[in-house]
C-alpha cells in the first residue's frame, strides 16, 4: 500500500474500504457461515454493551457478568481480533486459519479467567499463584499479538517495552536513571491481569462502560444516512465559496469528528468526496490531503467524544464530564474556525475559481451557518423547560409523555423528508458540479439530529452519565433505522412497506456489526496501555519521567513543556487516539504538574490533560508515521511525506493552543462567568485568526516581514493578556516569609495565596521547590488562617521553617514529598499575596490598534494588486 502511495497513485473506492477496514475494522471478512458466524458475535457483542448500558442491566444480566463486564469485553475483543485481522498481508482474507480459530478461543477464554475464577482470586487478594501466573503471561502474549494485529506494531512493542522493564528493570544495561529493583513473574502478572491496576484497569472501564456506547452511535447514525446528510450541507452552504469544498471538507470532517473515534474512518469517509474537488479548484494533491488530515484529527480534539479521551478525563482528572467538554470546547471550536480561515487564505492567495453559478454572499454564508448553530444550541438548552413542566405535572409518567412527544416530532421530521427525494452521494468526478441547494435538501436529514438533541439532552441537561446518555440516544436510532424508510413509503403513498422495513433491519444489523469491529481496536489499546499504567504505578517511573524532563530542561518552564509535547509527539506516533492519549497522560502529565508546580505555575489537571492529548493526536499528522496523512494520500495521490508536513503547518495553531492554555486558563472557561466567557471567545477567536495570518503570511494581501511579526505579535497579547499586564502592575505583592500571618490576615476571606516551599526531597534529599495555591479562610485573625492551612511554623536561623503538616489539613497532601526530618529544614521563601491589578483586557486596546495599523497598510496594497476577497 505504501509504494502505491508514494507512487502518487490514489487508491481506488475498493482499495480505500480495504484501507479504513485494515486499520479499523478487520480486513478479514469471510463468506458463508464463517462469516454468518462472526457477524452474529459482533451484534451479540453490541447488544450486551447496549444492554449493559441500560437501566435494565441489573434486571437482563446476572450480577456475576456485571461485575466481570471489562473481562466479557476484552473476550468479545480478542476473539474478534483474531478473526478479523489476519496475521500477515500474506494471510488469506477469505477464511480463517486454524491456528486463529486456536488463538481467538484462547484470548477469550484467558479475558474471561478473572471471571471463571473469581472467588478464587477475591480469596487470595488478587495475588497470582503458580497457575494464575502463567495463565496471566499467556493471556498478554495473545493481547500484544491482537494489538498488533488491529492496531500495528507500535502498541506492543512500547507495552512489551515497557512489561520488559518491569522484570529486567534492575539490570545494568538499563541506565541509571531509570533503574528500578525490577519485579518476580508472579508479582508483575498479579498487578497487570489479575487485579484492576492493569489491563483490567480504568482505561478498559471506561471503554467498557461509555466509548463502545458511543461507536455504536456514531456507527448507526452514520447507517441511517447522517454522514451523507452532514458532507452535503457542508457543501450546499460552503461549495459556491472560494476554496469552497475545501471549507466543506473542514466543516463536513467536523460533523463527522464530532461522533468518531478514528481519524482514518473521518479522512477517507469525507476525503473520497472533497479531495478531487480540492484539486480540482487548484489545491495540490498533497494541499488537498493536508486540509483534510487536519480537519480530521481536530475531529479528535471536539466534544463531545473527543475519540474518547472525554470519558477517559473524567476518570483521571477526578471532575464530571459535563465540566471536560466545556474546557474543551472552546480550543477544538476556535481552531476549526482557524483551518477554515486557512482554507480561505489558500484559496485567496492562488485566486482559486468557485464551483457552481451560485453568487457568493460570504457574510450571509457565515450568518446562515452561525444562526444554525445558535438555534441548535438553543433548542438542545430550551428542552429542559417542557421536560421540568411535563416532570412537575405528572411525575410519575413523565418519561411516557416525554417518549410520545419525541415520537410525534420525529414522525413530522420524517414526513418532512419524505417530501424530497433521498439523498443520494455526489460524484466529485464529473464533468459539471452541481452544488446542493440547502433550501430543497435540509429537509431530508433533519431527524438525524433528533438522537444527537436526545444526546445533548441527557449528557448537559439531566447530568446523566455518558453511558446512559448515550443508551437512549442509540435506542432512538434504533427506532430511527427500522422505521425510516416504511415511513417515508407510507407518506410517499407507495406500496414497498415491507421491503423497507426488511433494508431498515439490514442496516441495523450491519450497523450493529459496524459498531462492534470499529471496537476491536479501541478495546485492544486500551487494555494493552493497561499494561503502560501498570508498569508506571508498579515501578514509579513517572517519577523518574519528571526527574529527567527537568534535568534536560534545566528547570526552564517554557523548554520543559516543548519537551513533554515532542515527547507526547513520540509516545504517540502510530496509535490510535484513545490509546496514546492513555499513554501520554500517563507518562507526561503528572510530569508538567510537579515541574509547573517547582516553577510557581499552578497548572489544573484538566489543562494538563488536553495539553498532553492535543500533542499525542498530532502523531497522526506528523510524518514519518502519521496514519491520517497516509490515508489521506492514498485518496489524493500525492506524496505522503509531503501531505504530512504540510498538515503539520496547517495544524500550528494546535500546536500552540496548548501552550496558550497552560499559562491561561480562562481558554479552558475554568472559573470564568457568562460575560467572562463570551469575552474570551471573542478574544480567543480573533487571536487565533490573527495568528493564522500571521504564520500563512497572508492578511488582507501579501504579508511583509514586520507585517507577520506584527499579527504574531497581536495574536500572542489577545492570547495572553495577563503577560503584558503583570508587567505593567505585578499581580502579586511579595512578602517576607516572617510576615506570613499579616500576609495571610490582611487577605479577604476567598483571596488565594502563593506561597513556595522549599526543601529536600524525600527520594533524593536534593533540594526542591513547590509552590502552593491556598485560598484564605474566614477564620478570625491571621494565626488561626495559617494554622487552618495547615502550617506549622518555626522561626529560627533566619528562616521561617516547617514542621510536618498534620495529617488531612489543606497542604498535607502536597507537601508529603519533603523529607522534614533531614539536616535541612523544609522553609517558607516567598509569600505572594494577591494585588490591587488593574483589568488585563485594557491590553486588547493597544493590540487592536496595531492589527488596525496592519490592516490600513495592507488594505491600500491590496487594492492596487487587485487582490479578491
Known sequence: MTSEIQGNRPLSEEELQDLVASSDAGARDPAGSIGLFLAIVAVIWSVFQLILASPLSNMLLPGSIVNNSRQVHLAFALFLAFAAYPALKSSPRDRIPAQDWVMAVLGAGIALYGYFFYDKLVNSGGLADDTDKWVALVGLILLFEAARRALGPAMAIIATIFLAYVFWGASEWVPEVIRWKGASLKKAMSHMWITSEGVFGIA???????????????????????????????????????????????????????????????????????????????????????????????????????????????????????????????????????????VHLEAVKRNMPTLGNREVHLIRTVAGMLSFFLIFAGLCYATQFPAQAIAAWAPSSAGLIMGLIVTAIYIVLVRLAAQVPDLEPDDPNAEVVELPDIAQIYKAGLHYLLPIVVLVYFLMIEQKSPGLSAFWATALLFVILLTQKPLKSLFRGESEMATSFMSGVADLWQGLIDGARNMIGIALATGTAGVIVGTVTLTGVGQVMADLVEFLSGGNLVLMLVMVGLLSLVLGMGLPTTANYIVVSSLMAGVVVQLGAQSGLIVPLIAVHLFVFYFGIMADVTPPVGLASFAAAAVSGGDAIKTGFTAFFYSLRTVALPFVFIFNTDMLLIDVGWVGGILVAISATIAVLVFTAGTMGFFLTRSRIYESVALILVAFVLFRPDYVMNRIAPPFELFEPARLEQAVGDAAPGDVLRVIVSGPDFDSGEMKDLSLELTVGDESDGAARVEAMGFLTLEEDGLIKLEEPLFGTPIAESLQDFDFYADEAVRIVTVKAPANQPPKELVFIPALLLLGLVAFLQRGRAARQGVPA
Request: charged share 10%.
Open 204 to 342: 478498559l472501564g471506561v471503554s467498557t462502560k461509555f466509548v463502545f456506547l458511543f461507536v455504536l452511535f456514531g456507527a448507526l447514525l452514520d447507517k441511517a444516512g447522517a454522514g451523507n446528510y452532514f458532507i452535503k450541507m457542508a457543501f450546499g452552504a460552503l461549495g459556491h465559496l472560494r476554496g469552497g469544498p475545501a471549507k466543506a471538507a473542514v466543516v463536513g470532517s467536523a460533523a463527522t469528528g464530532l461522533i468518531s473515534g478514528s481519524s482514518i474512518a473521518n479522512v477517507v469517509t469525507t476525503g473520497t468526496f472533497t479531495i478531487p474537488l480540492m484539486k480540482r479548484v487548484g489545491f495540490t494533491s498533497e494541499q488537498a490531503g493536508s486540509v483534510e488530515v487536519a480537519s480530521s484529527v481536530n475531529g479528535q480534539i471536539m466534544p463531545p467524544v473527543m475519540g474518547a479521551a472525554a470519558f477517559l478525563m473524567v476518570e483521571y482528572v477526578g471532575i464530571s464530564y459535563v465540566e471536560v467538554i466545556t474546557h474543551a470546547f472552546l480550543p477544538a471550536a476556535i481552531s476549526y474556525i482557524a483551518l477554515i480561515y486557512i
